[in-house]
């Protein structure tokens, strides 16, 4: 039996003119312009045609870029709001955890949100009594619990929320993306109690940008783009199209913003040099390229990349050097070197050339980098130096922190047990008889 029907689910919304939202109440009844300033403009379709269904004791997850109607889809769910075309079938008791507060008064304790809440929710206050420890304790509210919720911190109301939710034993249970103001232990244990539910065979529907847990937990994916389902099936399927789709559109933003950077090469930055040296010797025409010859800016950790750039001398130079240099967002170096340093020798440079500098790897953490280009004599006099003029970006489903990633393995002694979740660490060991 399925717990959740959508039939072709629309959801408008009305958008108004904002022309003359300055005006004073006076001068728009004086002007008679009162009723047309609030009329609508035109509409704005949040879901375009929905159609979907979910199992009962089935986690359906829902992804898709923020404004692509994840969370308009879920308030109709819990019944917050009505579909304005459309059929929306639910079977169960249903507990949501959609907005941060949602269904809290902040002027009352703790104590009483969790009764109130419960009484909503279809519990007897005997029942309600029953959970209020576990509630509580959940919660890890103990010490705040008769204090005012406008009191609570996002993380608290988060985890009363969540504990609420999930202890009044509904038959479905509607999450948003509200875990992702919880903190790195209280996390942890809302996961696990999903599972516990998941064993219970309880219907789960989970929207979050999380997709590392949305593949781990998920029975479907739905992934919604710009109203509609643009794609539902097996997890890891859906989660890979939808970063690749994400991957595209990044690296056509990355490549427009490299393009109005390169176009803009010639002007003074404010606040920062981004070009200087002597004119002898000229760069021009800096790109980044892929294993195909293709022009790229946005980079997946591990994967290769060519620098290429023209240089134009009009004069014959005998004393020259090349080098490349590449920062993260804060300014540091995360790597630098030259034709000096690799000792290559200098011995004629004149009219138009061209460099390349094939790197097989880029293993570099999540993040935006700078690239710098510079030719220069052996001694380091300036012919021509660009200075943070040339972005890229790399992406990793790992979560590294510092600047680059180290390829390593974990290994321990047989007493000590892990249970591994998520992408396993990268494995660089050629001889795996070696420890």
């Known amino acids: 039996m399925n717990a959740i029907e959508a039939r072709n689910i629309h959801k408008f919304y009305r958008r108004y003119a904002n022309r003359h939202k300055f005006l004073t109440l006076k001068s728009a009844l004086v002007n008679r312009t009162l009723l047309q300033e609030l009329r609508s403009q035109d509409h704005f379709e949040a879901l375009r045609g929905v159609d979907f269904e979910v199992s009962s004791g089935h986690t359906l997850s829902i992804i898709g870029e923020n404004g692509s109607g994840k969370s308009t889809l879920l308030k109709i769910l819990s019944g917050i709001s009505k579909p304005s075309m459309g059929e929306m079938i639910t079977r169960g008791r249903i507990s949501a955890l959609i907005e941060l507060g949602a269904g809290f008064h902040p002027e009352i304790s703790g104590r009483e949100n969790i009764y109130i809440n419960g009484i909503i929710l279809g519990l007897t206050k005997?029942?309600?009594?029953?959970?209020?420890?576990?509630?509580?304790?959940?919660?890890?509210?103990?010490?705040?619990?008769?204090?005012p919720v406008k009191t609570y911190s996002s993380g608290m109301y988060m985890r009363l929320g969540f504990s609420i939710a999930t202890h009044v034993d509904p038959d479905i249970l509607l999450i948003d993306e509200v875990l992702a103001v919880g903190d790195a232990s209280f996390v942890p244990k809302c996961l696990d109690k999903i599972n516990e539910f998941r064993r219970k065979n309880k219907t789960i529907v989970f929207v979050s940008h999380d997709l590392d847990t949305v593949e781990r937990i998920s029975d479907e994916v739905i992934w919604l783009k710009d109203g509609r389902i643009s794609m539902r099936g097996y997890p890891k399927r859906v989660v890979d199209a939808y970063l690749q789709y994400i991957g595209k559109k990044d690296e056509k933003k990355a490549e427009e913003r490299h393009q109005a950077e390169t176009e803009a090469a010639e002007e003074p930055a404010a606040g920062i040099e981004k070009r200087w040296g002597s004119g002898e010797v000229e760069i021009s025409n800096v790109r980044m390229l892929d294993a195909r010859g293709h022009e790229k800016y946005i980079y997946e950790a591990g994967e290769g990349c060519e620098v290429v750039f023209n240089v134009t001398s009009p004069q014959t130079q005998t004393d020259f050097a090349f080098g490349i240099g590449i920062f993260d967002a804060g300014g540091t170096c995360c790597y630098g070197t030259n034709t000096v340093i690799e000792r290559f020798a200098s011995k004629s440079l004149r009219g138009r050339g061209e460099v390349r500098v094939r790197i097989p790897r880029i293993d570099l953490v999540n993040g935006t980098y700078f690239l710098d280009v510079a030719v220069h004599k052996r001694d380091g006099y300036p012919f021509d130096y660009h200075h943070f003029q040339y972005t890229f970006r790399v992406t990793s489903t790992h979560r590294d922190v510092g600047v680059v990633r180290i390829p390593h393995q974990w290994r321990f002694s047989e007493n000590i047990q892990l249970k591994t979740g998520g992408s396993s660490p990268q494995i660089q060991n050629e001889d795996p008889e070696k420890p």
């Not at 005997?126 to 204090?147: G, M, N, P, T, Y």
């Open 126 to 147: 005997r029942k309600i009594q029953e959970k209020f420890d576990e509630i509580v304790e959940f919660a890890e509210l103990e010490d705040f619990i008769d204090s």
